[in-house]
């Protein structure tokens, strides 16, 4: 399915005081200019935080920063998330480090597939951030689409159809295929792929197999946007129908959310840093970067139960 929404797109900059957009794509995204994250007013990072809102996600360039400065940039956003998958540095435990070595060449990677953040939590992340340190000279590309487009251009009975579900969000598709294609070791997906061999699933990793249910189309709460919570990833059924009724509904969301005309997608540089609204996209990153290390640092901030 391709949709043009003609007259659906609004993706241009609002004039601000002290920082500069620069629209990345039609449908989402920004390049913010005149910042430097680890020395930002209150005023400034109050339109920062609104070109966010406006855009989905935004991006700096040419940001030299530490592990301590991303942790105290991230906090003004809110307080952070549990982390799902990975662990933090030493001494800032909420910056995570999502690292891929050059040698490696597993069919998976983190963040592969598109997704939301850990949407099967019952308070998933709200706001993620990603900050590039060492970046292959080409591929490891990272894309995102507006979910909130997405549902704004579809038909009046559709929208009548998708307000009323509960959308089951669950691990249990990672989970299994982390056992199936990984190597035990102590990266996120191996530390998954360690439990096929290692009998019941412990109480935390349970409770995200079992997952939450929540509205299939969700209202921001800062913006007041609707937009749909689903994806290819997560999503496993509705609430109060069985797989052969869900997929039908899941399959066509997943291809409507994510056609190309609802996307950007960012070529990394050493020192970009990324933040996008979970509850407004969704995203994924690619494996075509084999021979080539990728070393990133993520921040997840802590969202509502989706309503």
């Known amino acids: 399915m391709i949709t043009h929404p003609t007259g659906g797109f609004d993706n241009a900059a ?9 629209p990345l794509a039609a449908a989402m995204g920004a390049e913010i200019r005149g910042v430097q994250v680890n020395d930002i007013s209150d005023e400034t ?20 920063i530490t592990h301590g400065d991303q942790e105290a ?10 982390d799902a998958y990975t662990k933090g540095v030493e001494g800032h435990e909420n910056v995570q480090p999502v690292i891929r070595q050059a040698d490696a060449s597993d069919a998976m990677i983190f963040g592969s597939g598109w997704h939301t953040d850990s949407p099967f939590l019952s308070h998933p992340p709200a706001i993620s951030l990603l900050y590039g340190v060492d970046i292959p000279p080409y591929g490891g590309d990272t894309q995102w689409a507006n979910s909130a487009l997405a549902y704004a251009t579809l038909s009046d009975k559709m929208k009548s159809i998708v307000d009323g579900l509960n959308v089951h969000m669950s691990m249990k598709n990672v989970l299994a295929t982390a056992q199936q294609t990984m190597k035990p070791d102590d990266s996120a997906l191996g530390r998954l792929a360690a439990t096929k061999d290692a009998g ?18 969700r209202t921001h709460p800062k913006s007041g946007e609707r937009s749909l919570y689903c994806d290819r990833t997560y999503a496993v059924g509705f609430e109060g129908m069985n797989q052969e009724e869900s997929y039908p509904i899941l399959n066509f969301l997943a291809e409507h959310i994510t056609q190309p005309a609802f996307t950007c997608r960012l070529r990394w540089q050493p020192g970009t840093l990324t933040i996008w609204d979970n509850r407004l996209c969704v995203h994924q990153a690619f494996n075509d970067y084999e021979g080539f290390r990728r070393e990133m640092y993520r921040c997840t901030i802590a969202g509502e139960s989706p309503r």
């Open 14 to 22: 609002k004039d601000y005081r002290n920082i500069e957009a620069i």
């Open 200 to 217: 019941p699933l412990s109480e935390e990793m349970a409770r995200k197999v079992i997952g939450s249910y929540h509205p299939l189309v």
């Open 45 to 64: 990072f109050a339109e920062v935080e609104q070109a966010l809102f406006r855009h989905k996600m935004i991006f700096f360039r040419d940001q030299d």
């Open 73 to 82: 940039f991230a906090s003004r956003f809110g307080p952070f998330a549990e």
